[in-house]
């Protein structure tokens, strides 16, 4: 049975999201999703736009999760409750591959920099909406999402995540500096 290009895209981010970006080749991803690395080629023309598409595809799935939030009582608890969703799958795995491929360097170049400023202008979008959903003034929004959109990242990637208390307080003391410039 053939797939066409979003059936293909759709297996080969969730074999990522399950095996992580780094080191992905087409060969062995297109033997793990049913197909040929020549079929691979055909759909998407090369290695690298294959990878952009797959970050793309995660990066849509992590916006999607943001967006079906509720909002919360306070900036304060939502931050709080946007940090409870980044531990859940598969938000958090999501949020694992565009890290991998900013790690490795691929977000910083072509044809990897045009997608994932789309990217990231969506993600933006889906956090301005859920924080006003939470009660942040259209007005203050931005400077909300720039500083928890930055600390949460830099939580995700943190190495002291054996130590879960200490995390927490740090998320919650970011939540709290949030409700501040929310007012």
Known sequence: ???DRDDLLDRISDHVLAHGLIGLSLRP?????????????????????????????????AVAQ???LPGAASVRSGVNRLWAAYQTQPLSRCLDVYCQAAATGLIGREPYLS??????AAWAAALRDYFMRCGASPRRVGRIVTLVDSALYGFHLDLTTDRPTELARGVDDLALAAQAIAG
């Not at 952009?52 to 799935?61: C, H, K, L, Q």
């Not at 997608?115 to 990231?120: F, G, L, T």
């Open 1 to 3: 049975m053939a797939m």
């Open 29 to 61: 991803v297109a033997a793990a999703v049913g197909t040929s690395d020549r079929m691979l080629i055909y759909h998407f023309t090369s290695r690298d736009a294959l990878v952009s598409a797959v970050v793309a595809r995660t990066s849509e799935r």
């Open 66 to 68: 943001v967006e079906a």
């Open 115 to 120: 997608d994932a400023r789309a990217s990231n």
